[in-house]
Protein backbone atom coordinates (compact mmCIF):
# COMPACT_ATOMS: atom_id res chain seq x y z
CA UNK A 1 0.00 0.00 0.00
CA UNK A 2 1.63 3.18 -0.58
CA UNK A 3 1.85 5.92 2.09
CA UNK A 4 -0.04 8.05 1.33
CA UNK A 5 -3.01 9.30 -1.07
CA UNK A 6 -3.09 12.75 -1.96
CA UNK A 7 -6.41 14.01 -3.56
CA UNK A 8 -7.74 17.67 -5.23
CA UNK A 9 -10.89 19.67 -5.70
CA UNK A 10 -11.77 22.21 -7.93
CA UNK A 11 -14.56 23.93 -9.06
CA UNK A 12 -15.12 27.14 -11.53
CA UNK A 13 -18.19 28.55 -11.92
CA UNK A 14 -18.76 30.09 -15.97
CA UNK A 15 -20.98 32.33 -18.05
CA UNK A 16 -20.73 32.42 -21.46
CA UNK A 17 -21.06 35.49 -22.76
CA UNK A 18 -22.86 34.89 -26.95
CA UNK A 19 -20.63 35.92 -29.91
CA UNK A 20 -21.21 39.50 -31.22
CA UNK A 21 -20.79 40.98 -34.71
CA UNK A 22 -17.18 41.70 -33.57
CA UNK A 23 -15.83 39.41 -30.82
CA UNK A 24 -16.19 35.05 -30.72
CA UNK A 25 -18.26 33.98 -27.95
CA UNK A 26 -16.30 33.97 -24.29
CA UNK A 27 -16.30 31.88 -21.44
CA UNK A 28 -15.63 34.10 -18.36
CA UNK A 29 -15.73 33.42 -14.63
CA UNK A 30 -19.17 33.49 -13.23
CA UNK A 31 -19.83 37.11 -10.60
CA UNK A 32 -22.18 34.92 -8.44
CA UNK A 33 -18.38 33.20 -6.42
CA UNK A 34 -16.28 35.38 -8.56
CA UNK A 35 -13.23 32.94 -8.41
CA UNK A 36 -12.24 29.73 -8.60
CA UNK A 37 -12.67 27.74 -5.45
CA UNK A 38 -10.74 24.57 -4.74
CA UNK A 39 -8.59 22.57 -1.54
CA UNK A 40 -6.29 19.57 -1.68
CA UNK A 41 -5.05 17.16 1.31
CA UNK A 42 -3.58 13.36 1.80
CA UNK A 43 -4.71 10.63 3.33
CA UNK A 44 -2.15 8.60 5.73
CA UNK A 45 -2.14 4.58 4.17
CA UNK A 46 0.85 3.84 6.01
CA UNK A 47 -0.32 1.92 8.59
CA UNK A 48 0.10 -2.12 7.88
CA UNK A 49 -3.47 -2.63 8.71
CA UNK A 50 -4.81 -0.41 5.44
CA UNK A 51 -5.94 -2.41 2.76
CA UNK A 52 -6.99 -1.30 -0.77
CA UNK A 53 -9.95 -2.95 -2.74
CA UNK A 54 -9.73 -2.04 -6.41
CA UNK A 55 -11.67 -3.73 -9.26
CA UNK A 56 -11.28 -1.63 -11.40
CA UNK A 57 -14.45 -2.01 -11.89
CA UNK A 58 -17.81 -2.77 -10.61
CA UNK A 59 -21.09 -2.86 -12.34
CA UNK A 60 -23.63 0.07 -11.81
CA UNK A 61 -27.50 -1.08 -12.89
CA UNK A 62 -31.28 0.06 -12.19
CA UNK A 63 -31.44 -3.00 -8.89
CA UNK A 64 -28.45 -0.65 -7.58
CA UNK A 65 -25.04 -2.91 -7.23
CA UNK A 66 -23.49 -2.24 -3.37
CA UNK A 67 -20.24 -1.66 -1.77
CA UNK A 68 -19.50 -1.79 1.63
CA UNK A 69 -16.65 -0.02 3.42
CA UNK A 70 -14.46 -0.76 6.44
CA UNK A 71 -13.38 1.62 8.57
CA UNK A 72 -12.54 3.64 5.29
CA UNK A 73 -10.01 6.15 5.14
CA UNK A 74 -11.02 6.79 1.46
CA UNK A 75 -13.65 6.14 -1.20
CA UNK A 76 -13.10 6.95 -4.84
CA UNK A 77 -15.58 6.45 -7.86
CA UNK A 78 -15.87 7.51 -11.38
CA UNK A 79 -18.75 7.18 -14.29
CA UNK A 80 -16.29 5.82 -16.82
CA UNK A 81 -18.85 6.34 -19.44
CA UNK A 82 -18.92 3.10 -20.68
CA UNK A 83 -20.73 -0.37 -20.40
CA UNK A 84 -20.16 -3.02 -17.99
CA UNK A 85 -17.81 -6.13 -19.43
CA UNK A 86 -15.84 -7.67 -16.69
CA UNK A 87 -14.22 -6.39 -12.91
CA UNK A 88 -11.35 -6.05 -14.81
CA UNK A 89 -12.39 -4.78 -18.45
CA UNK A 90 -14.35 -1.71 -20.04
CA UNK A 91 -17.22 -2.70 -22.14
CA UNK A 92 -17.16 -0.86 -25.67
CA UNK A 93 -20.75 1.02 -25.88
CA UNK A 94 -21.09 4.39 -24.73
CA UNK A 95 -23.41 5.26 -21.31
CA UNK A 96 -24.29 8.44 -20.90
CA UNK A 97 -26.70 7.69 -18.21
CA UNK A 98 -26.18 9.46 -14.93
CA UNK A 99 -24.57 7.57 -11.86
CA UNK A 100 -26.57 7.66 -8.66
CA UNK A 101 -23.95 7.21 -5.55
CA UNK A 102 -26.58 6.65 -2.36
CA UNK A 103 -25.25 5.82 1.16
CA UNK A 104 -27.29 3.53 3.68
CA UNK A 105 -28.94 4.50 6.50
CA UNK A 106 -30.59 2.28 9.19
CA UNK A 107 -32.77 2.64 11.96
CA UNK A 108 -30.17 2.46 14.43
CA UNK A 109 -28.05 5.14 12.50
CA UNK A 110 -31.03 7.72 13.09
CA UNK A 111 -32.07 6.69 16.75
CA UNK A 112 -28.04 6.88 17.43
CA UNK A 113 -28.89 10.51 16.76
CA UNK A 114 -30.80 10.93 19.66
CA UNK A 115 -33.85 12.50 17.93
CA UNK A 116 -35.36 14.89 20.03
CA UNK A 117 -38.94 16.79 19.94
CA UNK A 118 -41.12 19.11 22.38
CA UNK A 119 -41.52 16.50 24.78
CA UNK A 120 -38.04 15.19 25.12
CA UNK A 121 -36.38 12.19 23.56
CA UNK A 122 -37.72 10.13 20.75
CA UNK A 123 -37.53 6.78 19.21
CA UNK A 124 -37.60 6.29 15.73
CA UNK A 125 -39.56 3.48 14.04
CA UNK A 126 -39.80 2.12 10.33
CA UNK A 127 -38.14 -0.44 8.17
CA UNK A 128 -35.46 -2.16 10.02
CA UNK A 129 -33.36 -2.42 6.55
CA UNK A 130 -33.40 1.27 6.69
CA UNK A 131 -32.81 3.13 3.54
CA UNK A 132 -30.65 4.53 0.82
CA UNK A 133 -30.16 8.52 0.66
CA UNK A 134 -28.51 9.76 -2.49
CA UNK A 135 -24.91 11.45 -1.91
CA UNK A 136 -24.25 12.38 -5.47
CA UNK A 137 -25.21 12.08 -9.20
CA UNK A 138 -22.37 11.63 -11.20
CA UNK A 139 -22.02 12.85 -14.99
CA UNK A 140 -20.44 10.58 -17.58
CA UNK A 141 -16.32 11.66 -16.89
CA UNK A 142 -17.02 12.67 -13.45
CA UNK A 143 -15.46 11.74 -10.09
CA UNK A 144 -15.80 11.99 -6.50
CA UNK A 145 -13.41 11.15 -3.52
CA UNK A 146 -14.67 10.68 -0.04
CA UNK A 147 -12.42 10.95 2.59
CA UNK A 148 -12.64 8.46 5.41
CA UNK A 149 -16.42 7.61 5.05
CA UNK A 150 -15.93 4.87 8.04
CA UNK A 151 -17.82 1.55 8.22
CA UNK A 152 -20.49 2.01 5.58
CA UNK A 153 -22.75 0.54 2.76
CA UNK A 154 -22.86 2.64 -0.64
CA UNK A 155 -25.04 1.49 -3.61
CA UNK A 156 -24.39 2.64 -7.24
CA UNK A 157 -27.37 3.04 -10.03
CA UNK A 158 -28.04 3.34 -13.52
CA UNK A 159 -30.35 3.12 -15.67
CA UNK A 160 -28.27 1.27 -17.97
CA UNK A 161 -25.90 -1.33 -17.27
CA UNK A 162 -22.48 1.10 -16.68
CA UNK A 163 -18.91 0.33 -15.42
CA UNK A 164 -17.72 2.09 -12.52
CA UNK A 165 -14.31 2.27 -11.51
CA UNK A 166 -13.79 2.40 -8.10
CA UNK A 167 -11.08 2.54 -5.15
CA UNK A 168 -11.60 2.04 -1.54
CA UNK A 169 -8.84 1.94 0.79
CA UNK A 170 -9.77 0.53 4.71
Known sequence: MASRVEYAVSMTPVV????????????VIGKDIGKSLGGSASVNTAAPAHTTDYGPYMK???NGETKATTSAVMLFI???GKAWDSASALGSTSVDTDLTVKIHVSLADMNAASPTDGDGSVTLVGPAAGFYKTVAVIAKGGAIMLPSPG???FQFLCASDLAVEYAVID
Not at 16 to 27: R, V
Open 78 to 80: KHT
Open 16 to 27: EIAAGTDYDAQD
Open 60 to 62: ADA
Open 151 to 153: DET
